[in-house]
């Protein structure tokens, strides 16, 4: 703040509110709010994609209903800022001219709404008074007119709004009434005259309520053309291809006159009461919007529904063509050499005991005959090696190929943006983690050091996969050498066992602060955690460290398809041609001493820690000792896709190939997401992230 007399101090920050006296429950109100912003993205780009596709819906119902998802969408993204600041992360502070340009887009996009909702009903008058008139009339020219006109007027009238909320001066009082900035709101708390900004404020109101009066006139002329009609069925059809557009009047002008008449007569009313019209009126025309018309509309539902069908059909048509390949070419090629048919069973072998897929065994009856065509690769561009010479025992390879999506290659490319935002989202979670706990000396104690451990692992997880990922989603490169394969195989799995033992050292963590707490300071002490990361990092290492060794000195033949996207060494032992009995065991100890281990001194630990509990005599201190747990035991579900995908391995050989994949990627990749989430969620220290370098700033 600075000084503009004597008598006055000039506001420099306004403060946001999310709900009075619910702020302890903003974390989880957020869950909704988000969920709710991500619908109404989803489905007004939905709308917008299909009308913009569909060559069919190119008429002026449908340019005026993509206008009504661009406002949508405007007015969703104008508020989303700072509702997540709010509710997320505590941080109500905002700028003046942030406050101010935000009030300029939500006025001026839900303008804009009400207008297009004005030139909606327009449209369905004029469809149904003067149908053979309709398309000469709202010809594409003249809907796009109107369109940039609307446009245009809305942000015109809001122009001066920003500008005028400028030239006040605030001071005294910088607590708005609301997550969002708007107009009224902020011209309440200026000090000097606001009559200006009243009065305008009230004929931008009145334009908006013109709007509804017009609206009710065009339907009052709609209705009296209905009632004309002879026919009830053709009085009811008529009628039907306006239900769309009156749910959307309501969904839009139902909650302003709500919030209108509390804001005038509803003074004694809970504060909470008023904020959550107004976020309704906020969040639920987006949201509603985009289904509304899905549902209503004919031709909307028809398209999508057929979107979604055809996205389908190209995911199953691969499955079936390789099918069908497959046992023509069994049937065509029954002179192949003995040896060929041990290549056959090899290939059958190798995804169905690595859980995957029968498409190498349907696959490979072609190849035989007709040469190896990779996925990304044009016809008939041979992978060289890739198959055994047929005159050879066997062959040695110098490179792996490795699996995007089973059978159906050509939609590796959909999987690229979602594993990318996946990737983006588990480094800045747990780099986000690490960078709280550096800075913040209060979490410098071992429940966080041991965190950071976790934060590091999944990172460290995470990078291990990410080369092969991109290569092959991104970039259709799916070859990988040898040594770099044996090389992510010893990270991958190396981490993995990291992570099974930082959760067990969490476990003694939660076991000695609740049974021992007095005890828990002279027990986990500096030198003690530096001892439990050496020891971790030490047992995954030896543990892991001879499985490279182990696949490098055996002969591979046959095959060099990979039934992941990653080397796994269960994977690649399938591919050799030799005996396995010894990577076999080795893998058997591995899973029993790392996993089988972890998994049975984690239950352990928290048998002990409830039977702690249970002595309590307190129900609240016994939930208040619990409830440090609940991140771990969260956390500890890491186990659940390792034993979903061991089952599925087991008993789900008849399932289809991209159920083992989608498996296989939720047990390498869900848990580096969620980890962090879980922990800012829960942890109030990590969940004030802003605060953190707030203070950091402040001491620098």
Not at 245 to 251: E, N, T
Not at 317 to 327: H, Q
């Amino acid at each position: 703040m600075h000084t503009t007399n004597s008598s006055k101090i000039e506001i420099t920050t306004f403060f946001l509110i999310g709900i009075p006296g619910l702020e302890h429950l903003h974390v989880w109100i957020s869950i909704p709010i988000c969920l709710m912003y991500l619908v109404a993205i989803l489905g007004n780009c939905t709308i917008l994609f299909v009308i913009r596709t569909e060559p069919s819906l190119h008429a002026p119902m449908f340019y005026f209903l993509s206008m009504l998802a661009v406002s949508d969408l405007g007015l969703s993204l104008s508020s989303l800022p700072t509702m997540l600041r709010t509710f997320v992360f505590n941080a109500t502070g905002i700028s003046p001219n942030a406050c101010f340009a935000q009030e300029f887009f939500i006025h001026g996009f839900t303008d804009m709404e009400s207008l297009v909702l004005l030139v909606m009903s327009f449209d369905r008058f004029l469809a149904i008074r003067n149908p053979l008139r309709y398309n000469s009339i709202l010809t594409n020219a003249r809907v796009v007119k109107m369109c940039l006109v609307f446009s245009i007027k809305s942000m015109v009238l809001m122009l001066p709004f920003p500008f005028a909320l400028k030239s006040l001066t605030y001071c005294k009082k910088s607590q708005l009434s609301h997550a969002y900035c708007l107009h009224q709101d902020v011209m309440n708390l200026a000090c000097s005259d606001n009559t200006v900004d009243f009065f305008y404020g009230f004929f931008v109101a009145l334009c908006m309520m013109s709007d509804s009066v017009f609206i009710a006139l065009s339907y009052i002329f709609i209705l009296k053309t209905v009632m004309g009609i002879g026919s009830h069925k053709e009085r009811l059809k008529a009628l039907n291809t306006c239900v769309s557009h009156i749910c959307a009047v309501l969904i839009f002008y139902v909650p302003v006159i709500v919030l209108a008449f509390m804001h005038r007569f509803g003074n004694h009313k809970s504060p909470s009461t008023t904020i959550l019209i107004a976020d309704i009126f906020l969040l639920v025309p987006p949201l509603m919007n985009p289904i509304v018309y899905c549902v209503k509309t004919q031709q909307i539902r028809k398209k999508v529904l057929g979107k979604l069908a055809k996205w389908v059909g190209k995911l199953l048509a691969p499955m079936e063509r390789y099918t069908v390949e497959g046992w023509s070419h069994e049937k065509d090629e029954n002179d192949l050499s003995q040896t060929s048919d041990q290549s056959n069973h090899h290939d059958h072998r190798v995804c169905e005991d690595s859980g995957i897929l029968q498409w190498v065994t349907d696959g490979y009856e072609a190849i035989k005959g007709h040469g190896y065509q990779h996925r990304g690769l044009q016809e008939g561009e041979g992978i060289e090696n890739t198959m055994m010479n047929s005159n050879a025992s066997h062959a040695n390879y110098h490179s792996f190929i490795l699996t995007g999506i089973p059978r159906m290659p050509e939609q590796n490319p959909s999987m690229a943006f979602p594993l990318g935002l996946l990737y983006t989202l588990t480094l800045l979670g747990n780099g986000t983690i690490l960078a709280v706990i550096k800075v913040d000396e209060s979490l410098h104690e071992p429940m966080y050091f041991f965190l950071s451990i976790l934060a590091l692992t999944d990172i460290s997880l995470s990078m291990s996969t990410l080369p092969s990922m991109l290569s092959i989603f991104w970039f259709n490169a799916p070859e990988i050498s040898f040594d770099a394969c044996i090389t992510q195989m010893f990270f991958i799995h190396g981490f993995g066992g990291v992570e099974s033992e930082v959760l067990v050292s969490m476990a003694f963590d939660r076991f000695v602060v609740i049974c021992d707490p007095l005890s828990y300071a002279s027990i986990l002490t500096h030198g003690t955690i530096g001892k439990i990361r050496i020891a971790v990092l030490t047992r995954a290492v030896c543990v892991v460290f001879p499985g490279p060794f182990l696949i490098k000195r055996l002969p591979f033949c046959h095959s060099n398809v990979l039934c992941h996207s990653y080397c796994l060494h269960q994977d690649a032992m399938q591919l050799v041609c030799a005996s396995t009995h010894i990577n076999s065991l080795y893998g058997l100890i591995i899973v029993i001493f790392i996993v089988g281990l972890d998994a049975l001194l984690i239950l352990f630990s928290y048998m002990l820690i409830l039977k702690t509990v249970v002595g309590i005599a307190s129900r609240a201190e016994r939930l208040e000792a619990l409830n440090p747990c609940l991140s771990h035991i969260c956390a500890v579900l890491f186990y659940v896709p390792l034993i979903g995908i061991t089952m599925i391995h087991r008993f789900g050989k008849h399932l289809s190939p991209v159920v083992h994949m989608l498996m296989a990627n939720v047990y390498l990749l869900l848990s580096p997401v969620l980890n962090p989430v879980v922990y800012s969620v829960k942890t109030k220290q990590i969940r004030w992230i802003i605060h953190v370098f707030q203070r950091r700033k402040n001491r620098t």
